[in-house]
């Protein structure tokens, strides 16, 4: 075996602490034990630093050729679990799975007691039949490491290792969505995702395991890459080795207790800090700034464990092997996923989605370009629905025929290279029985099997025309995990916050046919864009505020939320007139603000929204300096300007200074756009229509046009002339194009 990832430890080498032993080491450098836990805390958690600094740097110099964006053509396949089969049929799957035309199947990231039924006792044989058979047939394998759901031996030695269990599943406000139960402490065996990262008997185990996998079948030609952990998140719950590790981070970090007093205001309700261990745990507080650094502790704590990882199978895997995780769909204020990113070769996303008359590709583009822009390259679906979805049969909504057909366009629209169901087989039991797979509980082929042979065998022929779709987006969406967590702890709305804003936006450039890219709040570089949507950007540095200012001062055009610049990257309020760094950038400043219990109409209403022009739950108290307005609050006492538009050198501000109608953002969005020169005949379309675009990996640009309806759609073809890739039928520019209920065109241009 090759040294341990824990940290430089070698055979003979003791470390101790106040003369007592903390940690003996095996002939590999593994941890074999901890003698005394509590002692060993510092030391554990410099070698989880260490290796988090060293995990990236060593994946930025061992950079694989594998590359996301020059696949040779579109996987399509499912998630496989022979191991949960009520009978051996391994046989019979890969039969059928051939026939249908899989090309791809993730296996054995869920099954840490089938791979080690006993501690130490590694079980391969039956994974080896599953993968040598899936070569016989020609079918790749993404192997998985089973590091989110332990075996229950380890759970009988270290109970600790698990930090929750599940309530109760609320009931359900909307019958189409599905509600989870919520993770209550303290930790029983039980819970999938159920472990402290920190804890050094999981971490011993886990990078056991990881090896033993990894290093037999790195050579098995079926495997083409692995997915380490799945769908990981932090638990956000103290333990003794979090609550050590973020002490030793506040200590690196800030160095003395003072300073988190003076940024934190610690002097509020008399909690100074003399001293660190004086330090309170994460349990109980409610000060914005902890309560901010605690979060971030907890996506870093993440970003290192799956980097870790990465390091891992790294040392093991063949040059032409992938390393990814799959992130589960949407954008998430609880990981750093940017950071997250550098240390894999290639983005995997979940995206689950409504289905039947509820269709819509709003969701599954958020994900995908949420995927996509983590790398500026192409990414992959690792699950999404193949029939029903949910952890009960409350909301069993099986797809319209058409509608799985259209979705796996759909999601390579977006930029995705591979496209897997969750999964095979229907289980006949545990929490999941009716997360419906390709084949129902009868084992036996159906319309979804005949819907995926269908896709199957077009993409066997047309994928290596689809595959590797190449972007080049001139809006995006700036995201601040910051903010969204600031917010959350001193909220201005029950049903409006920051991912709220954010989603709103996102889906008026989804009505408007527009595909943006997201960028983290800390991107230095932003003048890839001429547009950029900011969700209220409430915790950010100056040097993040600033470069938004630059952006918009060199020629940047930026439509801003209410909020924006009013707390620092502390969380801790501003002393200068808000919005503090943006007041020049934005043209105006304010002192007051209120909440609003009931929609205030704006005036005038020069988007033309009739009704939809009025503003709700927050209203800032806005003063203009150079900012010309747009609208104001038709009120008997505040009437000040709700939406202003600034010209800041070259660049041009719109704030929203209120929570503005779906209707309204829409068309100051498409205002904007077309200031820019971005509005294309792609926002004349009709509703139930969607257009994406992308040049292919032989240059040709393609377009990609979706019809979520159950009614035909004809549209003027606005481009050059070009070919349906899926019907073969040539199509002239300016030519009327039929879209048939639920299906779809993808024009080649010439």
């Not at 987006?473 to 601040?480: E, H």
């Not at 930026?558 to 950038?585: Q, W």
């Not at 481009?719 to 039928?729: A, K, M, W």
Request: avoid cysteine; charged fraction near 20%; glycine fraction near 6%.
């Amino acid at each position: 075996m090759k040294p341990s990832v824990a940290g430089a430890l070698k055979p003979g080498r003791f470390p101790r602490l106040n003369n007592r032993l903390l940690f003996r080491a095996t002939a590999d450098g593994g941890i074999l034990a901890v003698s005394n836990p509590r002692s060993a805390l510092l030391i554990w958690i410099s070698l989880i630093l260490i290796t988090f600094a060293t995990a990236t740097s060593a994946s930025a110099q061992t950079r694989q050729p594998f590359a996301p964006n020059q696949m040779q053509t579109i996987l399509y396949g499912v998630a496989y679990y022979p191991e949960y089969m009520p009978y051996d049929r391994l046989d019979k799957d890969v039969e059928l799975m051939q026939k249908a035309g899989i090309t791809v199947v993730r296996v054995g990231e869920s099954t840490w007691s089938s791979w080690e039924p006993r501690d130490g006792d590694f079980q391969f044989a039956w994974m080896q039949r599953v993968l040598d058979r899936l070569q016989q047939a020609g079918i790749k394998a993404i192997l998985g490491t089973p590091t989110y759901s332990i075996p229950t031996w380890l759970y009988k030695q270290h109970p600790e290792i698990a930090v929750t269990h599940n309530g109760t599943a609320p009931r359900l406000s909307d019958h189409y969505a599905p509600t989870y139960p919520p993770s209550l402490t303290p930790g029983y065996y039980g819970p999938r995702q159920n472990y402290d990262f920190l804890n050094p008997y999981f971490r011993q185990h886990a990078e056991r395991i990881i090896r033993q996998i990894v290093s037999h079948f790195k050579d098995h030609p079926a495997v083409i890459g692995y997915q380490i952990d799945n769908e990981t998140f932090p638990t956000g719950f103290t333990t003794p080795y979090m609550n050590a590790a973020f002490l030793q981070r506040l200590k690196s970090k800030y160095k003395t207790p003072e300073t988190i007093n003076k940024i934190w205001g610690l002097v509020y309700w008399g909690q100074l800090v003399d001293k660190w261990e004086d330090l309170p745990s994460r349990d109980g507080i409610l000060n914005p700034g902890y309560k901010l650094e605690w979060e971030n502790f907890q996506h870093d704590v993440v970003t290192e464990y799956l980097a870790w990882q990465s390091k891992i199978v790294n040392e093991y895997k063949r040059p032409d092997q992938f390393i990814t995780t799959d992130f589960s769909g949407g954008v998430h204020t609880n990981l750093n996923q940017w950071a997250i990113a550098r240390s894999l070769d290639v983005i995997a996303e979940n995206p689950y989605f409504e289905t039947q008359d509820r269709l819509n590709a709003e969701s599954i583009w958020l994900s995908g370009d949420l995927g996509r822009s983590l790398k500026l390259t192409n990414y992959l679906v690792t699950e999404t629905n193949a029939q029903t979805i949910g952890w009960d049969s409350r909301t069993q909504y099986p797809q319209y025929p058409g509608q799985l057909r259209l979705v796996v366009y759909t999601h390579l629209a977006a930029g995705a290279n591979m496209v897997e169901y969750w999964h095979w087989s229907s289980l006949h039991y545990g929490q999941e029985t009716y997360w419906k797979g390709i084949l129902s509980h009868d084992l036996e082929p159906n319309r979804t099997y005949a819907e995926m042979s269908q896709v199957a065998a077009e993409l066997k022929k047309l994928g290596p025309q689809l595959v590797n779709l190449k972007k080049e987006n001139k809006v995006a969406i700036l995201f601040s995990a910051d903010s969204a967590n600031a917010i959350s702890y001193m909220p201005f709305g029950d049903d409006t916050n920051y991912m709220s804003v954010l989603r709103q936006m996102y889906r008026a450039l989804y009505r408007l046919n527009v595909e943006p890219d997201f960028i983290a709040a800390d991107d230095p570089n932003l003048s890839r864009y001429k547009v950029i949507l900011v969700p209220p950007l409430y915790s950010a540095s100056d040097a993040v505020l600033q470069r938004v200012a630059d952006y918009i001062k060199t020629g940047g055009q930026a439509i801003m939320a209410f909020k924006s610049g009013f707390t620092n990257e502390y969380s801790t309020v501003r002393d200068v007139m808000a919005p503090g760094p943006l007041r020049a950038a934005a043209g105006f400043h304010y002192q007051e603000f209120t909440n609003l219990a009931k929609p205030v109409q704006l005036k005038p209403d020069p988007y033309k929204v009739g009704e939809e022009n009025s503003g709700s739950v927050w209203a800032e108290f806005l003063v203009p300096e150079t900012a010309e307005v747009i609208a104001s609050y038709q009120h008997p006492y505040w009437s000040f300007p709700a939406i202003t538009r600034n010209k800041y050198g070259s660049g041009t501000l719109i704030y929203e200074g209120t929570v503005v109608t779906d209707a309204l953002q829409r068309e100051i969005i498409r205002d904007v756009l077309k200031q820019a020169s971005l509005t294309a005949p792609d926002q004349n379309l009709p509703e139930e229509v969607k257009v994406r675009h992308g040049r292919n990996a032989q240059g040709k640009l393609l377009h990609y046009y979706l019809n979520f309806s159950a009614d035909a759609q004809t549209i003027s073809y606005p481009y050059h002339n070009g070919t349906d890739l899926l019907t073969n039928s040539p199509i002239a520019q300016g030519k009327e194009l039929t879209l048939k209920p639920w299906d779809l065109a993808i024009v080649a241009e010439q």
